[in-house]
């Protein structure tokens, strides 16, 4: 019949044998991992009780083979002796025997060694896992390998110390490897072993060994986590007054959460943030690149609290929900400065509230970086160069025109010609060299006009008048052209007929508007395929010929990489987050004005009738510009019909 005692192992062998053919790599990797340091444990106190025994059963063997009552040659009794003068030797300097060379000291710095070796593994499983990335298997196998041949392999080296180097270089390597792939597509506050972060540990592991006073563990609880730092702003308050509004809203309970949301936003570049609250939850999203995208909803009670903070920080009613109210407040995130707006409004469903971030940092230095080539930029700094007339810049809401009105008077003629600027004290704009800055007060009546006389009487060759503000100011400008004077102003406008339907409405005469107007610059941002993920592909000559592009004039064009075939693995880009687009350009569309264009200004009553004979005269608009940004491989055809249509 058999031994029962072996069949029983037999068939539990089968058993188990089957039960592990049946598993997936995946299960081997996640289940060793998840009970790595009781296996380091045990490693450790096996290899400690083998080193006693081995220790003590060698002093006894010694002891019984010296007391041993037997007949030797004259040969074994010579190496005996000198064996027993070695052992006595050793004994008094510390060793053992006369070949292994036994030391405590270096076996308790390799049983530390792979205990911290264990831990680093343990702690990048887990925080891989945690983050979801995709190679965390293959980081396990190469973390097992370096241990398995680095941390054995290198105690064959006779050289203690040279092999313990090694070690230390191997442990190393995939630590500071994995830190530097995991830290680079994470906010500040969440990357790991960063100076700040080794001081807050340092900092806890001082505390709970009763050290008090280090410095990251000082900080008050509206400075933990995000280093986005919230500040109130208003008009005709004190400094006091702004500083209490900021505590306000600092010791609240949801401050915390506005400002890690608002610091989520502007490490994936967002430009604005919609909290779109209902009954149970609040909706999140983020304006990336000018399209909305969805982020992890909040709770009602987590939201609500969030929306009171903000509402304190900018100084409005908190306990309102229905009527609309707007404030202002800075952000600074490390060296970059945002003045952000907050609007709230009650709609149907509850409340919206929308947050836009106003980067004072002009990160664009010329035209060209903007977007702005040939023929579109010939034709800017022919107009820029003009004697007289009224040159206007336009663009959308959020759509770039403070940047590209910037970077366009920086490449004018300012140090042969005198520039003066006009701006509202309430709104500044970035200073520029060598254009003086006048301001005026628009909560007083009248005073934009005595500032612009004023100046007009100084006969300056070039002023700046950003957002022409009433008929008023606007015939004074037309007339002060007559005198050879240029004037430079801007307007919020999807193209150039809505941008000339905004001056008309002003209530100036058709007639004298369409004789001073000299030339319209209006732009829109295209969003950029990313440059790390984006996909080549071969045109077809329809396709071509649709879009205007000479057959053979490009080779291939690029488009949003396509989803991943079944069974093929994704690997998701740390650049984009997946988009698909990185970054903004701009499509320009310049219009000088001429006789065929003043005629359409006068017949036109409103916009779409301005955009209807400038097509009729020939005006492509800005299409031309944005087909020659897809054929250099920036855009996509899907992005570009997107863009025309907004």
């Avoid at 380091?40 to 083998?50: D, G, K, N, S, Y």
């Avoid at 919020?492 to 809505?498: F, H, L, Q, S, V």
């Amino acid at each position: 019949m058999g031994n029962p005692l072996c069949c029983g192992i037999q068939n539990r062998f089968e058993i188990d044998l089957e039960f592990l053919l049946t598993l997936k790599p995946e299960f081997f990797f996640k289940n060793m991992f998840s009970s790595m340091k009781k296996f380091a444990v045990l490693i450790c106190l096996t290899m400690i009780v083998t080193i006693c025994i081995h220790f003590l059963a060698g002093n006894i063997v010694f002891a019984e083979k010296v007391q041993e009552k037997i007949e030797l040659s004259e040969k074994q009794k010579t190496t005996l002796k000198a064996y027993e003068q070695g052992g006595e030797a050793a004994m008094k300097s510390g060793w053992h025997g006369s070949g292994g060379y036994f030391s405590i000291t270096k076996v308790l710095i390799l049983l530390i060694g792979f205990w911290v070796w264990v831990f680093m593994i343990d702690w990048m499983n887990c925080d891989a896992e945690t983050l979801r990335n995709p190679n965390r298997l293959i980081w396990n196998s190469i973390n097992c390998g370096l241990l398995f041949f680095f941390g054995i392999g290198t105690l064959l080296i006779p050289i203690f110390w040279v092999g313990l180097g090694i070690n230390f270089l191997a442990f190393l390597a995939p630590l500071v490897t994995y830190t530097l792939i995991r830290n680079k597509p994470l906010p500040p506050h969440e990357r790991v072993l960063t100076p700040d972060h080794l001081r807050f540990l340092l900092a806890r592991w001082m505390t709970k060994g009763g050290v008090k006073g280090i410095r990251s563990e000082t900080k008050q609880h509206y400075e933990m986590g995000t280093p986005l730092v919230l500040k109130a702003m208003g008009k005709n308050l004190s400094k006091i007054d702004l500083d209490a509004r900021t505590m306000l809203a600092r010791n609240h309970e949801g401050y915390n959460q506005f400002r890690f949301i608002l610091s989520n936003a502007i490490f994936k570049r967002a430009t604005a943030v919609m909290f779109d609250f209902s009954e149970t939850e609040t909706q999140i999203r983020f304006q990336i690149d000018g399209v909305w995208h969805q982020q992890p909803p909040l709770t009602r009670e987590a939201s609500d609290a969030m929306l009171e903070a903000a509402k304190l920080l900018v100084g409005t009613n908190p306990k309102e929900r229905r009527k609309r109210q707007e404030g202002r407040f800075s952000a600074q995130m490390e060296k970059d400065y945002y003045e952000v707006d907050f609007a709230s409004q009650g709609v149907q469903t509850g409340e919206k509230a929308i947050v836009q971030f106003q980067n004072t940092k002009v990160s664009f230095s010329t035209p060209e970086s903007l977007g702005l080539v040939d023929p579109e930029l010939a034709k800017v700094r022919q107009a820029l160069a003009l004697p007289a007339g009224l040159v206007v810049f336009s663009a959308p809401v959020a759509g770039g025109l403070r940047s590209t009105t910037d970077v366009a008077l920086r490449a004018a003629d300012r140090f042969t010609r005198d520039f003066v600027a006009v701006e509202d004290k309430h709104h500044p704009y970035q200073v520029i060299e060598n254009i003086a800055v006048n301001c005026y007060d628009s909560a007083k009546e009248g005073d934009l006009m005595a500032v612009l006389r004023d100046i007009f009487f100084k006969e300056p060759q070039v002023v700046v008048l950003r957002d022409m503000a009433g008929k008023e100011a606007l015939e004074l400008c037309c007339h002060e052209i007559e005198n050879t004077r240029l004037i430079i102003s801007t307007v919020r406008a999807r193209d150039n007929a809505e941008a000339i339907d905004k001056f008309l409405a002003l209530g100036v005469a058709h007639q004298l508007f369409a004789s001073k107007l000299s030339t319209i610059v209006s732009q829109r941002l295209i969003r950029t395929l990313c440059p790390d993920c984006k996909e080549k592909f071969q045109p077809p000559p329809a396709l071509l010929q649709k879009m205007g592009i000479p057959q053979g004039s490009v080779g291939h064009l690029y488009r949003v990489r396509s989803a991943p075939q079944e069974g093929e693995k994704w690997i998701p880009c740390a650049k984009c987050n997946d988009i698909g687009y990185y970054g903004r350009t701009a499509m320009f569309d310049v219009l000088e004005i001429n006789d065929a264009v003043r005629k359409v200004i006068m017949a036109g009553q409103n916009a779409d009738q301005l955009r209807v004979g400038l097509q009729q005269i020939g005006h492509r608009g800005f299409l031309p510009s944005g087909v020659a940004i897809v054929a250099r491989g920036l855009t996509s055809i899907e992005e570009l019909t997107r863009a025309l249509k907004s």
